[in-house]
């Protein structure tokens, strides 16, 4: 159950890893033949105990092979022990010959060496052999060919599969980037809004207050009529924040709405966005958008969702996606909780819970 829920809750990104690594794993198995092929030369005669010895040198070169190609995925260290070790079985094997081992260890070097010393290697294994199999019995095409065809399957098989790791993890990198980019552009633009907002009233409330700390000097009366005036030059700021936030966030539901998908596409989930706004009010649309913020926040740090869908319809937005299974904790205060209390206030409610389908559902009903 463990493992079909960790394979259920991975991410594409795990998934695709899985998938390059098992295949590998599918290539390197093709020593197993050469167990079929101990059977028959046990049948045809061959000691029992040489049967039996070559038989465990190949399970433990089996059980090897499937190292190395999952060590360069993760980007470790060559494997020397294990690369030597498996040589060393190679050789021993090739007594007999099991030719079925040899395109097996040379993709086990193919992503830790270089091209054209794995091209060097594969041609002297197919030399060497067939002249050791011409000098004992016997010059056999058919074994060249055999040889050949699976040397080149294997080791362009492992060359592929690396090359196929390495962008997917590229694009992996790039839709991080993405993401972490538009959400710095968020900020950015915020921190810019922000500043020629603030910017001159705190540089006349900073004047003020240093003309009224020169004032205390020559009378109190003076430099009490300025703090007053600061008094006031601070409560008028205050105001044209509170109203600048509010429009800025009622305009800009709709590119809220637009940032939230790019984000969320950017992250790897795929993102729908049905939205009627033209008729909320100015208070609706800046609660609107305030909760969207939440839930997309939510999506990317709390579940492993790939799909995502945001429908705002005469005040009602439901917000569902697909990474959550099972229960869930309490609401953090800062987070939902909070915003229930703000939606509560302005004489709506807000849910969020998993439905019997399987997704995550935030839904969010204020008053139009």
Same mark, same amino acid.
């Given at each position: 159950m463990r493992l079909i829920s960790r394979v259920r809750n991975a991410t594409k990104f795990d998934k695709a890893r899985w998938l390059i690594v098992w295949s590998a794993d599918l290539l390197l198995l093709l020593s197993a033949v050469g167990f079929f092929d101990l059977y028959v030369r046990w049948q045809l005669g061959m000691p029992w105990p040489v049967v039996a010895t070559a038989a465990a040198l190949l399970l433990v070169f089996a059980v090897l092979s499937t190292r190395p190609f999952r060590i360069a995925v993760r980007g470790g260290k060559r494997p020397t022990a294990i690369l030597a070790v498996t040589?060393?079985?190679? $050789?021993? &094997?090739?007594?007999? @010959? &099991?030719?079925?081992?040899?395109p097996v260890w040379l993709g086990l070097i193919t992503a830790f060496a270089r091209r054209t010393t794995v091209i060097a290697l594969s041609v002297a294994s197919i030399v060497v052999i067939n002249v050791y199999v011409t000098l004992v019995s016997s010059f056999a095409p058919e074994l060249v060919l055999v040889q050949t065809v699976m040397t080149t399957i294997t080791v362009g098989a492992v060359w592929a599969n690396l090359r196929l790791w390495h962008l997917t993890k590229e694009a992996h990198e790039g839709q991080e980037a993405l993401s972490r980019l538009a959400v710095s552009e968020e900020r950015l633009r915020f921190a810019r809004d922000l500043h020629d907002l603030l910017g001159q009233s705190l540089t006349d409330i900073a004047s003020r207050t240093a003309r009224a700390e020169q004032t205390l000097r020559s009378g109190q009366e003076a430099a009490a009529a300025e703090m007053f005036e600061v008094r006031d030059l601070a409560r008028q700021s205050l105001r044209e924040v509170r109203n600048v936030v509010q429009n800025y966030r009622a305009i800009d539901l709709d590119e809220v709405l637009a940032s939230v998908r790019a984000v969320l596409e950017a992250a790897n989930v795929r993102c729908t966005v049905r939205a009627e706004t033209a008729s909320l009010s100015p208070e609706t649309r800046t609660l609107l958008a305030t909760v969207v913020r939440e839930g997309a926040t939510n999506v990317l740090k709390h579940s492993k969702?790939?799909?995502? /869908?945001? /429908?705002? =319809?005469? %005040?009602? $937005?439901?917000?569902?996606?697909? !990474? *959550?299974? %099972? @229960? *869930? !904790?309490?609401?953090? @205060?800062?987070? $939902?909780? %909070? &915003?229930? =209390?703000?939606?509560?206030?302005? !004489? !709506?409610? $807000?849910e969020a819970e998993p439905t019997r389908e399987g997704r995550y559902l935030l839904r969010a009903a204020v008053p139009a």
């Open positions: 040589g060393v079985i190679v $050789l021993l &094997l090739a007594v007999f @010959p &099991l030719i079925w081992v040899i969702a790939e799909r995502c /869908t945001i /429908t705002i =319809q005469d %005040g009602v $937005l439901e917000m569902s996606n697909d !990474g *959550v299974n %099972g @229960p *869930v !904790g309490e609401h953090a @205060p800062n987070g $939902l909780a %909070g &915003l229930a =209390q703000r939606v509560r206030a302005a !004489g !709506g409610i $807000l």
